[in-house]
């Protein structure tokens, strides 16, 4: 038999997924799910929702199919430990979204980065020089990369304090109004809580700020909905997770091939 019928064999019956927990919902089975059907692969996206970390190796024992996975809250951190190996990139964020499976080997890689930069980048004006990052998680981690590779400082900010991280009690006027950019990558306001919010002033919101929601569903946050009000200008995350999406999506198929069987 050829190579390319043995490639073809693999993509057949390769199993893809994500893990996390809670996983109420979800975008990527539905993305996956029409890319398989697009290029016409015959294979299978998850999810599972480990309630501990410590149920990854079983999981990897229980779906020996797997040829790649997702990693979301509030995993990014913790899976590190399982892996073979860590990209480079992934190790300078200290977190992971996406693992690929290779000649068996598991490596860990951070795609959210490059999603947040290629969303974020044609927002950006001359006054974005400065950034609040709500919450301190692996998402947060990804952003402060990207905003250091972008040259914009940022300033963390969570609800316990530490040395290096802002209360959100010591947001005052004078602090809003020096920080014009503000993401919010913490799960307050996601669905089903939808009238939930990061506890921010906004009355000093004003048209010079831009708030950047990593949540994508409600489409439309109440920290975005009172930004907007505001006269800021909103994103929410949904870009970001498409473009992180199709970036796992290449780490999982280097050096394979798509074989169409029509």
Known sequence: MSGAFFIYIYIM?????????????????AYFKMKFAAQHIDATYELFPIKAIREFPELLKNNPALAGLNVTTPYKEAVMRYLDEIDKVAEEIGAVNCIGFRDGIIKGYNTDALGFEKSLNPLLKSQHTQALILGTGGSSKAVAYTLSQLGIGYQKVSRDKTEDVLTYKELSGEVMTHYKLIINTTPVGMYPNVDDLPPIPFENIGEQHLLYDLIYNP??????ALGKARGAVVKNGFEMLQLQAEASWEIWNQGTETIDPD
């Open 13 to 29: 019956l390769a199993l893809y997924g994500l893990i996390g927990f809670p996983l109420t919902h979800s975008f990527s089975p």
């Open 219 to 224: 489409e439309e946050t109440k920290f975005l």
